[in-house]
């Protein structure tokens, strides 16, 4: 598991991620609302492997992050101005959505 980021802020649209090691990581809130990691965004799938749920609509333009929350030391909560706010974001997860140097 890879350590929290010392600073985390919002800076326009975007949400701003460094860590000690000097990596830094900028999305956009379209992009991060777009791969919210929530079932209510891309669905969840049963025992069975039968897909359910999730949003058809994957481009959200107008979208911007209001806030965040800390969960624990492992993730963020992104505050949506369109109301959703039930994805986990992992620190990896963030590092997953950079596009790669």
């Not at 333009?61 to 993730?75: D, Q, R, T, W």
């Not at 505050?79 to 140097?101: K, R, V």
């Amino acid at each position: 598991m890879i350590d929290s980021p010392e600073k985390i802020e919002l800076v326009g649209d975007f949400l701003a991620l460094r860590w000690t090691d000097g990596k830094e990581v900028f999305l956009d809130s379209s992009t991060l609302r777009t791969n919210s990691p929530s079932a209510e965004q891309s669905g969840e799938t049963d025992i069975f492997g039968r897909s359910s749920g999730g949003s058809s609509q994957n481009n959200y333009p107008e979208v911007k992050i209001n806030s965040f929350e800390k969960v624990g030391n492992y993730a963020l909560r992104l505050i949506f101005s369109d109301g959703h706010s039930s994805g986990i974001y992992s620190w990896d997860y963030f590092l997953s959505l950079s596009p790669q140097e």
